[in-house]
């Protein structure tokens, strides 16, 4: 049974940082793109970054290009989102999510996701 358990979210003024965790389990990690979605009130659900965990390529929406970073340790099935400089437009509920992602940043593609981590960010 897949599981993908986020962690990190919380609540920073503008211009702090937040780490966000997800902690996977149930299918060969290394076989998967695994990404980062956020969704806020009234939104579509929208991709924020994601990479193959097999190695390679990472990819990041515009608007968070420079900003924030995603990364992983194989060793112990874990994808990160280091959030820096954020902005009160990044305030979500922000989801890792795993699948054979023909377009990496679609939550169509993605098969797999966790329950979601709440990020607010005050002005």
């Known amino acids: 049974q897949v599981q993908l358990v986020e962690s990190g979210g919380g609540s920073v003024q503008a211009g702090g940082s937040l780490r966000l965790s997800c902690v996977a389990s149930g299918y060969t990690y290394s076989r998967y793109y695994m990404g980062w979605f956020r969704q806020a009130p009234g939104k579509e659900r929208e991709g924020v970054a994601s990479m193959h965990t097999g190695g390679g390529t990472t990819y990041y929406a515009d608007s968070v290009k420079g900003r924030f970073t995603i990364s992983q340790d194989n060793a112990k099935n874990t994808l990160y989102l280091q959030m820096n400089r954020l902005k009160p437009e990044d305030t979500a509920m922000y989801y890792c999510?795993?699948?054979?992602?023909?377009?990496?940043?679609?939550?169509?593609?993605?098969?797999?996701w966790g329950q979601g981590t709440q990020v607010t960010v005050s002005s």
């Open positions: 999510a795993a699948g054979v992602a023909v377009a990496p940043l679609m939550p169509r593609f993605y098969n797999y």
